[in-house]
């Protein structure tokens, strides 16, 4: 192998590596344990395992038959990963366990069929020219599904008046990456074989450095995207969340909870928790916990008129204070006064 083609094998196996080493970490060491992490270290380790495949299979054209089996079992789940990826990211109301089951498991069970019945080292007469034309057009099904639930982050790309928060910037990257990979493999025939891995390294890199500037929000890259971009959501959207919102809490008096969390009501309203939160802050210029205790201390007022006999801290606990403690702290800061104070001047 000469000087060339030991950079050329450098670089293209150097992002299938260190993808790999990234799958682990999302999978093991991620301080976010969201299903979306999960399935992008799956995404990245079945792309690496691909990538990995082609390299050795383009620098060593004799590689075991077992292994280019191993690399396309691995493409074969490229697709759904990103399916499962971008959906947990940008739908609040989804089962994950359920959904990775649904567009994994066949395929698995279908590839290992097809590895007993068809194996590669014995049909490549099948595979070349039928199943992997298969593979690559399931992987564009997905792509194109994925595309679907990203239709608000390429509208307010293309959009003057929107600007693009670091999480959508990061969901777009990592589906534009994945087009740029499929696209690579898909036209190999005319270019080269190797451009597929060559594309990884490319991407993978670019997708770390998001990845660390999402992270880093006070770096450069995403200093006016973080300052300015989607500090209001729109009055369309603002007005759907407020009037759900609203009805959930007065109707369902979902407030009584005393666990009750912003991703419960989030899941409730199908909004995304950052989502919800936003409206809060910058429309309700309020935290979750402040707009929970207003509706709390608005039926402790209720009730200290029409249950007397119900001393304050049953009335608390009724209206979902956790203790004595928060209940007092709560109403104070919310009427000026303590609720005795406040029954006191009531009679």
Request: aromatic share 18%; proline share 3%; glycine share 4%.
């Amino acid at each position: 192998m000469d000087f060339n083609a030991q950079v050329l094998f450098l670089f293209s196996a150097l992002g299938a590596i260190n993808g790999f080493v990234l799958s682990l970490y999302f999978a093991f060491f991620t301080k976010r344990k969201h299903p979306s992490n999960y399935f992008l270290g799956a995404l990245l380790l079945v792309l690496s395992l691909r990538i990995i495949k082609s390299v050795f299979f383009f620098f060593n054209p004799d590689l075991s038959e077992l292994f280019i089996q191993v690399g396309l079992s691995a493409c074969l789940l490229i697709g759904p990963f990103l399916y499962l990826y971008i959906k947990s990211e940008t739908t609040a109301k989804n089962n994950s366990k359920k959904e990775g089951f649904y567009h994994t498991v066949p395929f698995i069970l279908l590839f290992a069929i097809a590895w007993v019945i068809i194996p590669y080292s014995e049909n490549q007469h099948i595979w070349s020219p039928y199943l992997i034309k298969v593979i690559y057009l399931q992987w564009l099904v997905y792509v194109i599904i994925s595309g679907l639930h990203l239709k608000t982050s390429f509208q307010k790309w293309n959009s003057k008046n929107e600007k693009l928060n670091a999480f959508e910037i990061l969901h777009l990257s990592v589906y534009i990456g994945i087009v740029i990979i499929w696209t690579a493999y898909f036209t190999s025939a005319y270019t080269s074989y190797i451009v597929g891995a060559l594309s990884f390294s490319f991407v993978f890199y670019l997708l770390l450095l998001l990845w660390f500037f999402k992270k880093n929000r006070n770096s450069l890259f995403f200093e006016k995207q973080v300052k300015y971009a989607d500090r209001k959501i729109d009055m369309i959207e603002a007005k759907t969340i407020a009037l759900a919102l609203d009805a959930l809490m007065k109707e369902k008096k979902r407030y009584t909870n005393p666990n009750l969390k912003l991703s419960d009501v989030a899941k409730e309203l199908d909004v995304l928790p950052h989502r919800l939160s936003q409206f809060l802050n910058d429309n309700r210029e309020k935290g979750f916990a402040f707009f929970l205790n207003e509706y709390r201390v608005e039926a402790v007022e209720s009730m200290l008129t029409s249950k007397e006999h119900f001393t304050l801290e049953a009335i608390g606990k009724e209206c979902g204070f956790k203790s004595n403690s928060t209940f007092y702290a709560a109403f104070k800061k919310v009427k000026g006064m303590t609720p005795a104070a406040y029954k006191k001047q009531m009679l």
